[in-house]
């Protein structure tokens, strides 16, 4: 079966509101940038479907913060910092339950069909290389949580 073709079946199945992360890029397109960022799609309607790119802004670094201790000396994982809900350990931070659109709330595309050539000239733009790289069904897993 072809990339393209798994793509339709996915997009298919979707139900109108579903949100799923699709793929993870560790390496920031921009220089210094460290945040991991998370391409969600988006059934808006039926047969309409939105990119967008997230990041989990950080927290606490995991190496600064004074994690509690369970009664067998286990390490307990933070549940808020300084008023927050944590999502989990991400690198060396602790990121938050939330999420913000990347770099803005402008970074989203809209398509009917993912075979359009502007969803992969907007994937490439933000740092994916190809749609054909990105496989619906085995999709990466989130990060353990």
Same mark, same amino acid.
């Given at each position: 079966?072809?990339?393209? @073709? %798994? !793509?339709?079946?996915? /997009? +298919?199945?979707?139900?109108?509101? +579903?949100? +799923? %992360?699709? $793929?993870? #890029?560790?390496? *920031?397109?921009?220089?210094? $940038?460290? &945040?991991? /960022?998370? /391409?969600? #799609?988006?059934?808006? =309607?039926?047969k309409l479907y939105e990119f967008s790119i997230v990041i989990y802004p950080a927290l606490a670094s995991k190496i600064d913060f004074?994690? =509690? =201790?369970?009664? &067998?000396? $286990?390490?307990? &994982?933070?549940?808020?910092? @300084?008023?927050?809900?944590?999502?989990?350990?991400?690198?060396?931070? !602790?990121? *938050?339950? *939330?999420?913000?659109n990347y770099p803005d709330e402008n970074n989203v595309i809209c398509f009917k069909d993912i075979a359009e050539h502007k969803v992969s000239d907007w994937l490439k733009s933000n740092g994916w290389s190809k749609l054909e790289e990105i496989d619906p069904f085995n999709k990466i897993l989130d990060y353990g949580f």
């Open positions: 079966m072809s990339v393209l @073709n %798994k !793509w339709n079946e996915y /997009l +298919d199945k979707m139900k109108v509101g +579903d949100f +799923d %992360k699709m $793929d993870d #890029l560790e390496f *920031s397109p921009s220089i210094g $940038d460290t &945040n991991v /960022l998370h /391409l969600y #799609l988006y059934k808006v =309607e039926d004074e994690m =509690e =201790e369970d009664e &067998n000396g $286990d390490y307990i &994982n933070p549940e808020t910092i @300084n008023g927050e809900n944590v999502r989990g350990p991400m690198g060396d931070y !602790w990121v *938050s339950e *939330s999420f913000e």
